[in-house]
């Protein structure tokens, strides 16, 4: 989410899979396009068939190879190294969309001149690199900002000095906060300090022959790559790239996702039909799971959580460190205050900071893996996992499930007995006796619960389109919904603090929860199960009444506010999620339910479902027009100025303030959308700029680097230093104070062990396949798919089996410095081995969805990955690290 | 008006979401669990309860790289050899000119698992001889079938033959005339005057292909009187590009894969072998 973020101003995808028809050129990579979205795919395959190409970048030969019109192998970790020469090429050869990168980029905004002109050129590190920070080390950002007019340098926003940064940077310094005077610009992106010459100086060594020895792609086939895709990129042609965790799940995933950002803007392929970036998401609703959110740091709709580690006392306080004076963003406590009036309505007042203070403040990283890393060692006492099986799908899965077992309770709900909720029985570890069933204390509860048709409520899938589904029949016996759970969980503590006086009760006694009945007076058969359209109503927001509560129309519906623009920060309106809002709507004395449209069209579709924000389609999408608001080019209309109905128009919902006209002016002054001309499309951003530079937003660097998988077998040719400088590492040790990972002695990168790659020579990526979902928690308990991919297997070459002399499907046992496992080999001359200047590096694949329960068992690929982690996000990196295979004798 | 299915192999993603479909909306028995080792092909051929059949074929040699997927059924030939051996009348042919076979009816002679030159039919647990029905339920209750349906790149597409034939001769052309060397070779297997399956009339379900039809493990020339030799993802193993590989692939027993469900193990044909 930070690489698209920090880039445009919004984590989500910055176009939808309808555009995808519309492309000319279609880049997949860090993603398995064909076989992990096969529905999405069939808008690739309708470009391909008017003619567009389609290239494939991947470590394997996938389905989705299978149908590109130019497969490249990479090696699993070299992505920026590839995506950088790709800038490297464009730049070189001229071949950038000069119109659009000066205009709508901050190509030429000047930099703090402390940067420096060969900044990180040898030793890989930016200025402001702090080795010795405690706990570790981190960057400064100060030389990273821009310049301002009156010949100053902004101030960026950090968190304060001195405190441990262990958590990620917050969305207002991804959208950026810009702090003392107008951003000074060279439109001739001649200045050395303009951030076109610093990206120009930083990607010259990123070069074909680079490629061919860091990703072990051939240098012709790179080229091929580079030529189709400028040849596809400017104001007749466009070009789409698609992602998904195959980028995110590394120790620069953020930075992966920030290199494409930068290449799309440097073609001028954001915010045009056909272009744009298309993040992928893994799961059916992960994308809603960002947006309301399941995330430990953030507040729904992006907000930023209070903290201890900045100056979050009061909402003022709040307010003062987090709202940026310039761009959309600029509207934050609007839909701040509007979350604490829909979450503790009559109780958030004026007076009392609207119960800012009810709302904990996250003092470190709590995200998954430092979880269970607390969980490990002790810390953690309770957990819930409802619809995750972390037994197979976590990281260095056994100690997961040995931290499961030093628990003293554990509620799973699932819809089958998962590997999670049977940790204690069935595991590996109970199986080699290393953890014995009498030893463990946690007392596991189970609830069943029901399964999507059996549930009324909504997906927000891959491009923000949210679509509501109709329950078609109640769950079996005790099966109940996760809302039936959550809500009557809820309703139950508060009873139980019902009378409670103590001041840090209050939150729940003060907390709205009233979902009971349907506002559309549906009859459910259980009578107990919560409206999710009540909690949709609350999402979309309303106006509050003198009650404090909903305020109710002449007609005795609730007055609904039509979208974010009638939210407001003195407390007259309360809002669930803001960018949701508009979403649920009273049209003609009628609830509208967007979600649930169904018109579908040839193209964009508006009509069907809704997508956050206000239903545009494609983000950002006033840069389908030329500065002075007329289409690039026939070909590629999108949005465009009708100068004579003063608005602008097109194929999509304009993702600009709809009667701003081209020609208005910059008023930095003024703050708050006045601060952007009308030539500014990136809205969220501070400056209203796509950030090639980023002077905040991601805390490893202003502009991607290359550094090596922290588990790899070759040393970083790039530069000296070996891998992220700031990735995080996590050190879980059990009570007799053995290390999880051997390898992992400390949580600085500077100071860690390295891995012996004598001892794991093999590059290993993880995958999954169509035939299973995740963990197998919904596939390998049904038959029908189980039967399509039954076993655990592990992808190798032809070559390798044979210096290993292994035959197809004979057993091997795969080792990691986290343990071992076994498993069948699946020879395939879709693996091929890698040709890297004078070595060669063979590559192997295995997909994560077995473990010892279900239909089929298999062993967990995921046993084997390392606990390290993207210092943006704190995401692992399963994608790359090193194992050792030998035949099972 | 005859209906049949046009599979367009070039559009196939082997995403297997007919396979299950029509698994779902038959309750067909899943046949067992035992990696095949021969590509992401886990479930072999067609049988009595496999009624679509994704193959998966890899080439990868002599510098090509491919991997052909094609979703396999019943050719609802428009000759069709079991209807014609068939000795109980147990296999008709519908009012939409599909061929069926009616389960009451049929007393699991074998006649017609012999007769079919594709090797589409087996029995079924329960002894009776079955395959793909084109949908007949949901014909007649004016549904597509199953499969079409769930296919999400319309790499199978249902309706009138004739029109079928029509698009799919036009998409040859399309292909053909198309900058990516791989479609020079596209041809359909099934259609009138294709030099392949004009002894049994055409077929109402119909491929377009890119590799010579022994590679799908389809007969060159289907016969009215032939008998399937090998079950039809046999062929196309053994000229697959795994051999190449020299390694050894074992496949699964067929009468293991219906023990596993507790039902008959059925079949006398020994598909346990080193290559
Ligand atoms: S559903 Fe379509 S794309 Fe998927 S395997 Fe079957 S024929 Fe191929």
Redesign the interface.
Known sequence: MPGLGTSYGRGGATTFLMDLQRTDCMVVMGSNFAENHPVGFRFVMKAQQQGAKLIHIDPRFTRTSALADLYAPIRAGSDIVFLGALINYVIQNERYFKDYVVNYTNAATLINPAYGSHNVDDDGFFTGFQPDAKPTPRYDTQSWQYQTEQGGVQQGNQPAQGTPETTTSSFSARVGQLLGGAPRTDPTLQDPNCVFQILKRHYSRYTPELVEEVCGTPRETFLEIARTLADNSGPERTAAFAYAVAWTQHTTGVQMIRTASILQLLLGNIGRPGGGILALRGHATIQGSTDVPTLYNILPGYLPIPTVQKNHETLGDYFAAETPPTGFFSNMPKYMVSLLKSWYGPAATRENDYAFDYLPRINGDHSHLPMFVDMYEGRIKGFMAMGQNPAVGGQNAGMQREALARLDWLVVKDLFLTETATFWKNAPEVQSGKLKTADIKTEVFFFPAAAVPEIDGSYTNTFRLVQWHDKAADPPEDARSDMHFTYHLGDRLKKLYANSTDPKDRALRDMTWDYLGDPEGHEFTIPDEPSAEKVMEEINGWKVGPDGKAALRPDGKIDLVNGFGDLRDDGSTACGVWIYSGIFTVREGQYVNAARNRKADEYASLGWGYAWPANRRALYNRASAKPDGTPWSERKKLVWWDAGAQRWTGYDVPDFIANKPPTARADWAKGGMDAHAGTDPFIMKADGKGWLFAPSGTVDGPLPAHYEPYESPMQNRVYKQHVNPITKIYTPKNAAGELANPYATDANPLKAAVVDTQKFPYVVTTYRLTEHHLSGAMSRWLPWLAELQPEMFIEMSPQLAKELNIANTEMVIVESPRGRIECKALVTPRLQPLRMGATIQHQVGMPIHWGYEGEVTGASANDLAALVADPNVSIHEGKAFVVNIRKKS | MAKGFFTDST?C?????C??AC??WNRL?????????N??D??GWLSGTTWRHVQFV?Q??AGQ?????NSDVCKHCVQAACLEVCPTGAIIRTEFDTVYIQPDVCNGCRDCIAACPFGVIETNPDGIAQKCTLCYDRLQNGLEPACAKSC???SIQFGEVDELVARAQARVQ?LRASA?PAYKSAYLYGVPGDGYTEEIGGLNAFHLLLDTPDKYGLPERPKLGSRATVPSQLGGVLTG??L???????FRNRGARHDRDGGAATTTTTTTREV
Request: aromatic letters at 8%; glycine letters at 8%.
């Open positions: 559009l993603i082997g995403c297997k979401a396979e299950v698994k779902q028995p899943a046949d067992g669990y035992a990696l095949s080792g590509s992401y886990n479930t890899e990868f040699d790289a491919r991997w052909l997927m999400p790149t319309e399309t990516n590009a795994l190449a590989l020299g390694a050894a692939i074992s």
